[in-house]
Nanobody, 126 residues
Framework: QVQLVESGGGLVQAGGSLRLSCAASGGSFSSYTMAWFRQAPGKEREYVAA????????YYGESVKGRFTIFRDNAKSTVALQMNLLKPEDTGVYYCAGSPRVTIYTYKELISYDYWGQGTQVTVSS
């Protein structure tokens, strides 16, 4: 059974930075596309960023492009999200997700991911 555990959330002022981490266990991490999604209060969960198994291909949602960076360490079975220049609209619960069956056409879709963490809260104050 694959388990994903996020950490690193918290409260930060607008313009600040946070780094989220996700540790995986119980599966074949190096074969998974990993992603971060987020969900703001009263809104649907949305795609933030994804990174392919080899770590060389990463993709970002338009709202975070240029501010967030996703990276992974297959030797440690971890994926991280470095978030800079945070805005109040970045507030939400951030979820780590993974799957071996994601394609170039489906990496933004929630249903493409088999494994999910419990989420970590990020709050950006204005």
């Amino acid at each position: 059974q694959v388990q994903l555990v996020e950490s690193g959330g918290g409260l930060v002022q607008a313009g600040g930075s946070l780094r989220l981490s996700c540790a995986a266990s119980g599966g074949s991490f190096s074969s998974y596309t990993m992603a971060w999604f987020r969900q703001a209060p009263g809104k649907e969960r949305e795609y933030v960023a994804a990174i392919y198994p080899n770590g060389h291909s990463a993709y970002y949602g338009e709202s975070v492009k240029g501010r967030f960076t996703i990276f992974r360490d297959n030797a440690k079975s971890t994926v991280a999200l470095q978030m800079n220049l945070l805005k109040p609209e970045d507030t939400g619960v951030y979820y780590c997700a993974g799957s071996p069956r994601v394609t170039i056409y489906t990496y933004k879709e929630l249903i493409s991911y088999d494994y999910w963490g419990q989420g970590t809260q990020v709050t950006v104050s204005s």
